[in-house]
């Protein structure tokens, strides 16, 4: 039986004969059902339709599907001695790719920043031995393919290694997850953010939403509680859900300013 995963938002379903009658994700009002209606590719169709890529992304290795496929993110390999951390996550796992991800010492996790960005996350932990797959438990109802590599995390902080942490921010979705790295950067420090805080395109601030394609802002209180998880840390660098979407110096007086900037305009 197959593998199906939704054309529209990129979520894996586990294996039946006929794909499910709708995608909860897609349901949801942060995201939308395809204009032509709930549609569906098995495993291997994607697979032969569509390819992965992986290039550097401001001295980070990120991973995508071309051609550009549902909500577009890349996911993003935080290389440590005994193997690499995936952030975020892709639609799809290849045999290419796996190989390649092989050659840099392979992954000991995968962590997720939100719902939207889950993807494939059990192949790839099937691909690495049902590696720890990091999803933080308030959103839970959103796990389309359950799988017992998954840890749904509790509380605000979890340390993955002694560089990296991730802070349940919240706002985008209950569980909202960042990722900080404290040797990234030179050892300024990174944030990795999905876009939990988007990075704008003048990549020199962040805003914040509820939905992105339904255009529903994100409260104030909800923004804050984001800002008060980040004023500890120390980072120079934010880097947001697609190519090329960072902030290569600057990054926490940038933040600090988009902050005040949003809260100033929706008061």
Same mark, same amino acid.
């Given at each position: 039986?197959p593998?199906?995963?939704?054309?529209?938002?990129?979520?894996?379903?586990?294996?039946?004969?006929?794909?499910?009658?709708?995608c909860? =994700?897609?349901?949801?009002?942060?995201?939308?059902?395809?204009? #032509?209606?709930?549609?569906?590719?098995?495993?291997?169709?994607?697979? +032969?339709?569509?390819?992965?890529?992986?290039?550097?992304?401001?001295? =980070?290795?990120?991973?995508?599907?071309?051609p !550009?496929?549902?909500?577009?993110q890349?996911?993003?390999?935080?290389?440590?001695?005994? &193997?690499?951390?995936?952030?975020?996550?892709? $639609?799809l796992?290849?045999?290419?790719?796996?190989?390649?991800?092989?050659?840099?010492g392979?992954l /000991? +996790?995968?962590?997720?920043? *939100? $719902? *939207?960005?889950?993807?494939? =996350?059990?192949?790839?932990?099937?691909?690495?031995?049902?590696?720890? =797959?990091?999803?933080?438990g308030?959103?839970?109802?959103?796990?389309?393919?359950?799988? $017992?590599?998954?840890?749904?995390?509790?509380?605000?902080?979890?340390?993955l290694?002694?560089?990296?942490?991730?802070?349940?921010?919240? &706002?985008?979705?209950?569980?909202?997850?960042v990722?900080?790295?404290? /040797?990234?950067?030179?050892? /300024?420090?990174?944030?990795?953010?999905?876009?939990?805080?988007?990075?704008?395109?003048?990549?020199?601030?962040?805003?914040?939403?509820y !939905?992105?394609? #339904?255009?529903?802002?994100?409260?104030?209180?909800?923004?804050?509680?984001?800002?008060?998880?980040?004023? $500890?840390?120390?980072?120079?660098?934010? *880097?947001?859900?697609?190519? &090329?979407?960072?902030?290569?110096? &600057?990054?926490?007086?940038?933040?600090?300013?988009?902050? /005040?900037?949003?809260?100033?305009?929706?008061?």
């Amino acid at each position: 039986m197959p593998f199906w995963t939704c054309f529209q938002c990129g979520a894996q379903f586990p294996e039946s004969l006929e794909p499910s009658r709708a995608c909860p =994700v897609c349901e949801d009002e942060r995201q939308f059902v395809n204009w #032509n209606g709930q549609s569906w590719l098995t495993r291997e169709d994607f697979a +032969a339709r569509y390819k992965l890529v992986w290039r550097d992304d401001l001295d =980070v290795i990120g991973i995508s599907v071309e051609p !550009s496929f549902a909500i577009g993110q890349r996911a993003l390999l935080l290389r440590e001695g005994d &193997g690499c951390v995936m952030w975020d996550c892709v $639609p799809l796992a290849t045999n290419d790719a796996v190989a390649y991800v092989r050659s840099l010492g392979g992954l /000991k +996790a995968i962590a997720v920043s *939100h $719902p *939207h960005y889950y993807g494939a =996350v059990a192949d790839w932990s099937e691909a690495f031995g049902n590696t720890p =797959v990091y999803l933080h438990g308030d959103d839970r109802a959103f796990v389309t393919r359950q799988h $017992p590599a998954i840890v749904p995390w509790t509380g605000d902080t979890l340390d993955l290694s002694d560089d990296l942490t991730l802070l349940r921010t919240g &706002g985008h979705f209950a569980g909202g997850t960042v990722l900080h790295s404290r /040797k990234a950067a030179n050892g /300024k420090g990174a944030m990795f953010v999905g876009d939990i805080a988007q990075v704008a395109m003048d990549r020199r601030h962040v805003s914040f939403m509820y !939905s992105y394609p #339904n255009y529903i802002p994100l409260n104030a209180l909800a923004v804050q509680r984001i800002a008060d998880a980040f004023a $500890p840390l120390a980072f120079d660098r934010i *880097h947001g859900a697609w190519w &090329g979407r960072n902030i290569a110096t &600057g990054a926490k007086a940038a933040f600090d300013t988009s902050v /005040k900037r949003y809260l100033a305009a929706i008061a």
